[in-house]
Nanobody, 126 residues
Framework: VQLQASGGGLVQPGGSLRLTCATS????????TGWFRQAPGKEREGVSC????????FYADSLKGRFTISKDNAKKTVYLQMNHLKPDDTAVYYC????????????????????WGQGTQVTVSS
């Protein structure tokens, strides 16, 4: 199983980026998939996730309305569209996948995800 995150970069406040997580050995519709981020000096936190049993989507409360997670099962790819970016969104963003069934409350704990991508840096600055 491999996950490859890409799409990060430097963007001005208010700008947008779309992150891509290309997977191999993973069937996105059978795996719980999620995006996490880690800012310098902070713990890794959940951004958004899709459950593997019913495909429900969840967002961190502070990100609702700005970020959108989606997946293309045929391409085995998971996306994170990020709009209206703020300096506080600066972090390394990681995609993750877990074949086991996760309930909603488990989706926010990084320890529950077995597979991880290498991370892509997002910097929001003027």
């Amino acid at each position: 199983v491999q996950l490859q995150a890409s799409g990060g970069g430097l963007v001005q406040p208010g700008g947008s980026l779309r992150l891509t997580c290309a997977t191999s050995g993973v069937t996105p519709d059978h795996y719980a998939t999620g995006w996490f981020r880690q800012a310098p000096g902070k713990e890794r936190e959940g951004v958004s996730c899709i459950t593997n049993d019913d495909g429900m989507i969840f967002y961190a409360d502070s990100l609702k309305g700005r970020f959108t997670i989606s997946k293309d099962n045929a391409k085995k790819t998971v996306y994170l569209q990020m709009n209206h970016l703020k300096p506080d969104d600066t972090a390394v963003y990681y995609c993750a996948a877990e074949p086991g069934r996760l309930i909603a409350s488990q989706m926010w704990d990084a320890k529950n995800f077995r597979y991880w991508g290498q991370g892509t840096q997002v910097t929001v600055s003027s």
